[in-house]
């Protein structure tokens, strides 16, 4: 008989439910070595690996921007790790194969998508790692100055004197010159006063030394200094060297604007002059005949027969 018979139908189920239960036995063993690769790699790398960089860094001196990077980056690595673990550990590695091709091939678009943005980053790293300047600091850069209120990973925000923020790409910070007057402890300025030929260089030179010494906010030691440096067109230069301490640019200001106004005056009343460079025009002006005739109408230019 070609029937089949009760006997094989229920080898036939009883086949198919052992193959059932094989495959959810297999899925099962999967989906529980997932999580405890995932769960175990977490787990060691929050507890332990984490925990042992942020001590690293704090122990090499790097400041709270570097610190919660390190933590940021150590986090998204940890979870990444951990699942790679847990497809491991589920027998996918063909998975994570695949997975990594793709996240190449995203990471590759993304980087030549976002240059620019990544060399800002980049940058902000080394600025926060190198330090050329730092939150408070008085800056100048490509004929710009302020004093910087902020550094971020991607940008630097600077408020100038005239109370306006710009926001400045650190690539623009790192890559270009930078000039910080506050870096050190004294800051030294220089001013050129001019004089007149006929005065007396000695003279004008005590006069400027003097008057640097009475001014509050100049250091005497290092003395203030006289030098003359040029020979101009109606002047003589006489260059003063001075020091300030701890340089701010509300004071270097002050005190700069206190010493020049202290020997304009002082040099008003010893007599020394303080020229300004002036021209004086020679030659001849001559008219012609022809403008002569327009600019008076009616009368008749000298010479003309008409």
Known sequence: MNGVTPADATLALQIDTATVL??????????IGFVLGFLITYLLGTLILMPLVRRVLERRGFDRTVLSLGNSVMGVLVVVLAVSIGFMAAGFPRFLTAVATLGGALALALGFAAQDLIGN?????????????EVGDWIEW?????????IDLRVSRVR??????????NGDLANNAITNPVAYDTLRQKFVFGIGYDDDIDHATDCILEEAEAVDGI?????????VTELGDSAVGLQSRF????????????????????????????????????RQLTGEVEVLESVAAEAVPGETVAGDDA
């Open 22 to 31: 094989d495959r959810l036995g297999g899925y099962a063993t999967n989906a």
């Open 121 to 133: 980053f980049v940058a902000g790293v080394f600025i926060i790692k190198d330090r050329p300047f």
């Open 142 to 150: 490509d004929d710009n100055a302020g004093r910087v209120e902020d």
């Open 160 to 169: 100038t004197f005239d109370n306006e923020r710009v926001t400045v790409p």
């Open 219 to 227: 250091l005497a030691d290092p003395a203030p200094s006289v030098r």
């Open 243 to 278: 020091w300030i301490d701890e340089p701010d640019r509300g004071d270097f200001v002050r005190v700069r604007s206190a010493y020049v106004q202290a020997v304009k005056e002082r040099f008003d009343e010893e007599g020394i002059d303080m020229p300004y460079v002036h």
